[in-house]
């Protein structure tokens, strides 16, 4: 009898955050008009490439409100040798959708320091994001290395767009830096063919995964289909994904599993309502405590997202 209450209640909990805007989406990509001038005349994307786009705050709201997503930290789309476009982003947290930044900064650059105070006083400033082989530079760096020791000591998260051939880099990160909040983005850029993930992916997890401050985005899934960008689109079976969620799960737990859209490039294969189903059935399935970490409170726990900033 005890148990069928329990479950009664669960799903009632769950029905009434279905209904409410409760989810954090912990990865989205805005870009100012100013950005998007000057990177249409260095390259052409295809039309539908929402990178190539003008996209703000305003433009997410119904996204957000299909999906039930309170609030987002938005994640870099700048060029390393452009970071005054951050600037246009920090304008956009104004808006009540936005509950952080991840930004773009060079660790070497003489001006990284003033920028980082600056954004820092802003109070969305939640870290900063490098990409593939900028982390091993700045791991032989020493002022680099002076400050990876200040976003430590900040309470920063470093966010990671690596694949498997860079998972020695992040765990070396990870033992340096022990206190250091290290978010690996994408599922490391997994990739599901014939029904399965390679072995050096799952080591690569397993291995990231020993580190208690490395963390995993449940993040762009339908990416990791194969299916062609702006022609197919990705499957929405839950069960297709099985493979590169349950071995995430399984290596990091529900403490350190954390939701992401990774709006709009997602919709480059899928709309993101099946982004959002996808994790979200799959995180159900393991519990209610899981579905809620995994959708909302790791986020909060780990980007130190202030309360104030959601809606």
Request: glycine share 4%; aromatic share 10%.
């Amino acid at each position: 009898m005890i148990r069928v209450v329990v479950a009664v209640l669960l799903t009632s909990v769950l029905s009434a955050c279905a209904e409410q805007p409760w989810i954090i989406d912990t990865h989205t990509h805005f870009k100012g008009p100013e950005q998007i001038a000057y990177e249409s005349k260095r390259s052409k994307r295809h039309p539908k490439n929402t990178l190539g786009w003008v996209v703000r705050a305003e433009d997410y709201r119904p996204v957000a409100k299909r999906n039930a997503i309170q609030a987002t930290v938005i994640v870099e789309a700048v060029d390393q040798d452009q970071p005054q476009f951050d600037d246009w982003v920090f304008e956009q947290a104004k808006s009540d959708l936005v509950c952080g930044y991840v930004a773009r900064g060079n660790l070497t650059s003489d001006d990284f320091d003033k920028r980082y105070q600056r954004y820092r006083k802003t109070g969305y400033l939640k870290g900063y994001r490098f990409r593939r082989e900028e982390l091993r530079g700045y791991l032989n760096h020493s002022a680099a290395r002076a400050r990876l020791k200040m976003l430590e000591r900040d309470g920063m998260v470093v966010d990671l767009l690596i694949d498997v051939g860079h998972a020695s880099d992040a765990m070396q990160l990870a033992r340096e830096y022990p206190d250091l909040k290290i978010v690996i983005n994408h599922c490391l850029r997994a990739r599901i063919k014939d029904g399965r993930v390679s072995d050096e992916w799952k080591t690569a997890i397993r291995d990231c995964a020993k580190h208690a401050n490395v963390y995993l985005k449940m993040s762009s899934i339908v990416n990791f289909a194969g299916t062609k960008p702006f022609v197919e689109t990705a499957p929405t079976d839950v069960t297709f994904y099985q493979p590169v969620l349950e071995h995430c799960f399984d290596a990091f737990g529900e403490d350190r599993i954390i939701f992401a859209t990774n709006w709009g490039v997602c919709t480059h294969f899928a709309p993101t309502e099946d982004v959002t189903h996808i994790v979200h059935t799959f995180l159900k399935s393991k519990g209610f405590s899981a579905l809620r970490k995994g959708m909302r409170d790791n986020a909060i726990r780990v980007y130190d997202i202030d309360p104030k900033h959601l809606r």
